[in-house]
């Protein structure tokens, strides 16, 4: 069973910087990629970022372009989401995703084509 547990969440200020944290158990399974995703009240549950892990490459909603990196630490299997300049619309819950496919995780462009889910960690902007 993959379990991922995210860490990290916190209460700052606009302009701020927070590095959230997901530790993934991912056993004997092959990871092709992994993301991040959020979710505001009363929104719907949207990615930020993912990576793919054969060369790293990367993808990021537009509005944090410039301000978030995503990126990975193989050896702890743990990836990682470093925000600069925070807004208060970076409010929410933030998970950890992937989807288990064909005993490999890869990643699934929206939500609800996600199947492995942390619990989330809250990150809260004010300004």
């Known amino acids: 069973q993959v379990q991922l547990v995210e860490s990290g969440g916190d209460s700052v200020q606009a302009g701020g910087s927070l590095r959230l944290s997901c530790a993934a158990s991912t056993y004997s399974l092959s990871v092709d990629c992994m993301g991040w995703f959020r979710q505001a009240p009363g929104k719907e549950r949207e990615g930020v970022a993912r990576?793919?892990?054969?060369?790293?490459?990367?993808w990021y909603v537009d509005s944090v372009k410039g301000r978030f990196t995503i990126s990975r630490d193989a050896a702890k299997n743990t990836l990682y989401l470093q925000m600069n300049s925070l807004k208060p619309e970076d409010t929410g819950t933030y998970y950890c995703?992937?989807?288990?496919?064909?005993?490999?995780?890869?990643?699934?462009?929206?939500?609800?084509?996600?199947?492995?889910w942390g619990q989330g960690t809250q990150v809260t902007v004010s300004s």
């Open positions: 995703a992937a989807k288990l496919w064909r005993n490999k995780l890869v990643c699934g462009a929206s939500a609800g084509d996600n199947n492995i």
């Open positions: 990576i793919w892990f054969g060369g790293d490459v990367t």
